[in-house]
Every structure is written in C-alpha cells, then in structure tokens.
C-alpha cells in the first residue's frame, strides 16, 4: 500500500494549509482514512479519521478548526486546517485501515506554523 501525502509546508498563525493523501495498492477496501501527527518530543496523537460510512472524527484540540474529507473514488482524503496555531506544528501522517483490519502509514508531512 502506498500512501502519497502533500500539502505540507509553512503556514501562519490564523492562516490555512490543506493536506492530501492518496492510497494506492491495497487489495482490500479501505474502510478508514485519517491524519496523526507527530510534533517534536512527542508522541504521535490521532487529528480526525473518516470512515466508510462518513462519520468523522477529531481531536479536541482541532474541533472547529480542523475539516477532514474524502473522495472515495479517488481513494484520497483531504485535511483542510483552518486558525493554524503554533502548537499545530508537527510531522502529519495519512492513515489507512483496510476491511481486513491492516493499517498503513503514509511517510509523513512536514507543517510549520509560525506565529
């Protein structure tokens, strides 16, 4: 399975960055597609998933800034950040779970925020 992810870069505080991941080479359906992050000295933390049916998840930390959407016949999911904080600084990861329960990991994408 690959994951592709970009959109990853420098963004100001209050500004706007959008991330998106491309899944390609798994067998299997993906039943869910999401976003980790990882910032320095700590541990990677969930950001939001989508699962097949639609329904969403997000940490508290991005309720209401954070959007995370999909388009199923791209295999591809979509993170748009709005009110970007500094402390959303981190090394983001696009996430995959399949119908048979395997997760991949997709190599990670910067996101700088200064302030």
């Known amino acids: 399975v690959q994951l592709q992810a970009s959109g990853g870069g420098l963004g100001q505080a209050g500004g706007s960055l959008r991330l998106s991941c491309t899944a390609s080479?798994?067998?299997?359906?993906?039943?869910?597609m999401g976003w980790y992050r990882q910032a320095p000295g700590k541990q990677r933390e969930l950001v939001a998933t989508?699962?097949?049916?639609?329904?969403?998840d997000y940490a508290d930390s991005v309720k209401g800034r954070f959007t995370i959407s999909r388009d199923i016949r791209k295999n591809t999911v979509y993170l748009q950040m709005n009110n970007l904080k500094p402390e959303d600084t981190a090394v983001y990861y696009c996430?995959?779970?399949?119908?048979?329960?395997?997760?991949?990991w997709g190599q990670g994408t910067l996101v700088t925020v200064s302030s």
């Open positions: 080479g798994d067998r299997f359906r993906i039943t869910l």
């Open positions: 996430v995959t779970d399949n119908r048979i329960g395997v997760r991949s």
């Open positions: 989508i699962v097949i049916g639609g329904t969403t």
